[in-house]
């Protein structure tokens, strides 16, 4: 079992930039994939990034095309951690952000078994 916890939301301005963390309790978090969604009101939860679980000889990250270029996800697996580095945020990125975890990585909100309870990122202007 995996037990999620999201952190480092809050308010920022149009440009700006936030750090978002997840960190997962139990001895298997290098074996998890590793995804980030949101949901803002009223709408759907969508895809934002995801990191495949950690081998010896590599890793891949995909991320959804609102955000490419400006979010970077990222894994510590000594510290049983996943950031998500958002720069050059935009008002519509304001959601709450959740992290989730998976034996395999995907795109698809159905398709992972564990959860955090989010936190809130709010962009003005």
């Known amino acids: 079992q995996v037990q999620l916890v999201e952190s480092g939301g809050g308010l920022v301005q149009a440009g700006g930039s936030l750090r978002l963390s997840c960190t997962a309790s139990g001895r298997t978090f290098s074996s998890y994939a590793m995804g980030w969604f949101r949901q803002a009101p009223g709408k759907e939860r969508e895809f934002v990034a995801a990191?495949?679980?950690?081998?010896?000889?590599?890793?891949?990250?995909y991320y959804a095309d609102s955000v490419k270029g400006r979010f970077t996800i990222s894994r510590d697996n000594a510290k049983n951690t996943v950031y998500l580095q958002m720069d050059s945020l935009k008002p519509e990125d304001t959601a709450v952000y959740y992290c989730?975890?998976?034996?395999?990585?995907?795109?698809?909100?159905?398709?992972?078994?564990?959860w955090g309870q989010g936190t809130q990122v709010t962009v003005s202007s």
């Open positions: 989730a975890a998976d034996r395999q990585v995907s795109r698809r909100v159905g398709s992972y078994d564990y």
């Open positions: 990191i495949t679980a950690i081998t010896w000889s590599d890793f891949s990250t």
